[in-house]
Nanobody, 121 residues
Framework: QVQLVESGGGLVQAGGSLRLSCAASGRTYAMGWFRQAPGKEREFVAAISWSSTRTAYSDSVKGRFTISRDNAENTVYLQMNSVKPEDTATYYC?????????????????WGQGTQVTVSS
């Protein structure tokens, strides 16, 4: 059983930055970030392989967000720069037994409870 706890969410002005963290207990493989805005489906944001050699990003965040991980701390990060109001959502981290970088929610087995990010214009 893996437990994931996200932190770092909050209110930020458009154009600003925020760093999300996700601390894991238990064995992790690939890790990903997803987000869900009110009334919308959960969408993929970014993913990273266990070795950090592979990453994947959605087109909407590519060039603005950076995913990284520290395996010694069993933590994954999402650095969010140049945020926009449309980035407002609850952000979830997830892990699945994959050695690549899954981009589909169904490929992940464990999920955190989420952290809210609100971007004001």
């Amino acid at each position: 059983q893996v437990q994931l706890v996200e932190s770092g969410g909050g209110l930020v002005q458009a154009g600003g930055s925020l760093r999300l963290s996700c601390a894991a207990s238990g064995r992790t493989y690939a890790m990903g970030w997803f987000r869900q805005a009110p009334g919308k489906e959960r969408e993929f944001v970014a993913a990273i392989s266990w070795s950090s050699t592979r990453t994947a990003y959605s087109d909407s965040v590519k060039g603005r967000f950076t995913i990284s991980r520290d395996n010694a701390e069993n933590t994954v990060y999402l650095q969010m720069n140049s945020v926009k109001p449309e980035d407002t959502a609850t952000y979830y981290c997830a892990t699945g037994e994959s050695w690549v970088v899954p981009t589909q929610a169904r490929e992940y087995d464990y999920w955190g409870q989420g952290t809210q990010v609100t971007v004001s214009s």
